[in-house]
């Protein structure tokens, strides 16, 4: 089984907008909805977006997800020093199987 | 509250067993599916195994195929893994999730209890 694909790594500075993208197939993100979770330091993760763009309550607006074809991207707006964490995307596969991506790490400058 | 609280980790050396189990609480268990996560040090999130409301249908990952088992006690709001044939590379924090939609949303998250496979 793959996991979806994403960047290792991204970064910006406070107030910045930067996007994660995540990579998949027509069996996982082009037939099923994608969510997206932020795993801060030592925690659990933490559900972000699901449905490919709908946030949880509590979720600030600056979060925000998108979908098209086979792939898909987080977005954040307004970046924040707690926004550092590890972002992982993930999908159902129709082999039966939860798939995640490989999670990107991001740094606030 | 949602509540999700894992229990059962430790040392065990390779081709032991183990039995993990996810005490919840603060909703009607019964009404969700359920799956395991796990997480290797210093690596991603990496699907285990799901389990239907009612206990009867399973799927698991390849990589734990015939050796782990997902089961529930609807009446104890619990979930059990049942970990047979251990190896090192199960060595990982195992994450007990709720699926609020039954396809992989999870909407709740236990803390994680440390499973190490190690002589």
């Known amino acids: 089984q793959s996991v979806l694909t994403q960047p290792p790594s991204a970064s910006g500075t406070p107030g910045q907008r930067v996007t994660i993208s995540c990579s998949g197939s027509s069996s996982n993100i082009g037939s099923n909805y994608v969510s997206w979770y932020q795993q801060l330091p030592g925690t659990a993760p933490k559900l972000l977006i699901y449905r490919n763009n709908q946030r949880p309550s509590g979720v600030p607006d600056r979060f925000s997800g998108s979908k098209s074809g086979t792939s898909a991207s987080l977005a954040i707006s307004g970046l924040r020093s707690e926004d550092e964490a590890d972002y992982y995307c993930a999908a159902w596969d129709d082999s039966l199987s939860a798939l995640f991506g490989g999670g990107t790490k991001l740094t606030v400058l | 509250e949602v509540q999700l609280v894992e229990s059962g980790g430790g040392l065990v050396q390779p081709g032991g067993s183990l039995r993990l189990s996810c005490a919840a609480s603060?909703?009607?268990?019964?009404?969700?599916?359920m799956h395991w996560v796990r997480q290797a040090p210093g690596k991603g999130l990496v699907w285990v195994s799901r389990?239907?409301?009612?206990?009867?249908?399973?799927t698991y990952a390849d990589s734990v195929k015939g050796r782990f088992t997902i089961s529930r006690d609807n009446a104890k709001n619990t979930l059990y893994l049942q970990m047979n044939s251990l190896r090192a590379e199960d060595t990982a924090v195992y994450y007990c999730?709720?699926?609020?939609?039954?396809?992989?949303?999870?909407?709740?998250w236990g803390q994680g209890t440390l499973v190490t496979v190690s002589s």
């Open positions: 389990l239907n409301s009612g206990g009867s249908s399973t």
């Open positions: 999730a709720r699926d609020y939609s039954g396809w992989a949303r999870f909407d709740y």
């Open positions: 603060g909703f009607t268990f019964s009404n969700y599916w």
